[in-house]
T-cell receptor, first 113, second 110 residues
Framework: EAQVTQNPRYLITVTGKKLTVTCSQN?????MSWYRQDPGLGLRQIYY???????DKGDVPEGYKVSRKEKRNFPLILESPSPNQTSLYFC????????????FGPGTRLTVL | KNEVEQSPQNLTAQEGEFITINCSYS?????LHWLQQHPGGGIVSLFM???GKKKHGRLIATINIQEKHSSLHITASHPRDSAVYIC????????????FGKGTHLIIQP
């Protein structure tokens, strides 16, 4: 089954404790991205990757890192999480950057205390 | 940067009603997406449009490139259509990803 998986689905952590949210897709998609969703602000892009070893900042990259060492995986790293990073996070992939269907992961609800 | 506006923000209707959700954007695009998000969070792609009209079951999406406007219609609405509907665009040129509207929260009452 074609899908995007994220882990963990739920995470409660404390300020400053490094964490990684994994994202994996099985569709051989070139384009992958991370979004955060906040009430009243909607979805905003954090980082995106157009292919292996090619990543770039989205609209709200501060406090986040990503890597794309393999085509299928695109982990999101929070080196020192802060409470303002409490949010619902989505990973997504598509065959190309534009003009192709977007596939979203199930979301990761992160709470930073 | 493209600005994406959706209306209405909230919509409550009775089962069976014809529903229209609107989306406008400020800068030319290469594609427009309509997404559905049910309570519980998962996001599903409904349509991707670059011109004209698409239909899938009771859902119809249209786009007018000249007017920078798209509509999502739901015919014979049903309580299971209750969800947040999100419009998103790929702006033409550059390497930007999706820019999203803030969503329309639709409730269909039995």
């Amino acid at each position: 089954e074609a899908q995007v998986t994220q882990n963990p689905r739920y995470l409660i952590t404390v300020t400053g404790k490094k964490l990684t949210v994994t994202c994996s897709q099985n569709m051989n998609h070139e384009y992958m991205s991370w979004y955060r969703q906040d009430p009243g602000l909607g979805l905003r892009q954090i980082y995106y990757s157009m292919n292996v070893e090619v990543t770039d900042k989205g609209d709200v990259p501060e406090g986040y890192k990503v890597s794309r060492k393999e085509k299928r995986n695109f982990p999101l790293i929070l080196e020192s999480p802060s409470p303002n990073q409490t949010s619902l996070y989505f990973c997504a992939s598509s065959f190309l950057l534009a003009g192709t269907e977007q596939f979203f992961g199930p979301g990761t609800r992160l709470t930073v205390l | 940067k493209n600005e994406v506006e959706q209306s209405p923000q909230n919509l409550t209707a009775q089962e069976g009603e014809f529903i229209t959700i609107n989306c406008s954007y400020s800068v030319g695009i290469s594609a427009l997406h309509w997404l559905q998000q049910h309570p519980g969070g998962g996001i599903v792609s409904l349509f991707m449009l670059s011109s004209g009209k698409k239909k899938h079951g009771r859902l119809i999406a249209t786009i007018n490139i000249q007017e920078k406007h798209s509509s999502l219609h739901i015919t014979a609405s049903h309580p299971r259509d209750s969800a947040v509907y999100i419009c998103a665009v790929n702006s033409g040129g550059g390497a930007d990803g999706l820019t999203f509207g803030k969503g329309t929260h639709l409730i269909i009452q039995p």
